[in-house]
């Protein structure tokens, strides 16, 4: 049975940051893609970032490149969010997902999900 946990969210201030994690099982890690999503309130949920197989390449969203950076460890099952100068437009429910497709945006292409976790931004 594959699982995606996320883990790192919480309340801070705009400025600040935050590194969100998403630990992984029941699937070989190192062949799926991972990304991250976010839903923010009353908005649809929007691809953030996600990171090769290997580790060696990476896209982001426009609202997000050089603010934010995604990041895996293979040896951990375990890809990284690492959130710099967090506005209030970052609140969202944050989810970690894996595909076998590399290079699209689109949540279809993703196989597996977490359950999310709330990072929310204050001004």
């Known amino acids: 049975q594959v699982r995606l946990v996320e883990s790192g969210g919480g309340l801070v201030q705009a400025g600040d940051s935050l590194r969100l994690s998403c630990a992984a099982s029941g699937l070989t890690f190192s062949r799926y893609a991972m990304g991250w999503f976010r839903h923010p309130p009353g908005k649809e949920r929007e691809f953030v970032a996600a990171?090769?197989?290997?580790?060696?390449?990476?896209y982001y969203a426009d609202s997000v490149k050089g603010s934010f950076t995604i990041s895996r460890d293979n040896t951990k099952n375990t890809v990284y969010l690492q959130m710099n100068s967090l506005k209030p437009a970052d609140t969202a429910v944050y989810y970690c997902?894996?595909?076998?497709?590399?290079?699209?945006?689109?949540?279809?292409?993703?196989?597996?999900w977490g359950q999310g976790t709330q990072a929310t931004v204050s001004s």
């Open positions: 990171v090769k197989w290997s580790g060696d390449s990476t």
């Open positions: 997902a894996a595909t076998r497709t590399w290079g699209g945006v689109s949540s279809i292409l993703y196989d597996y």
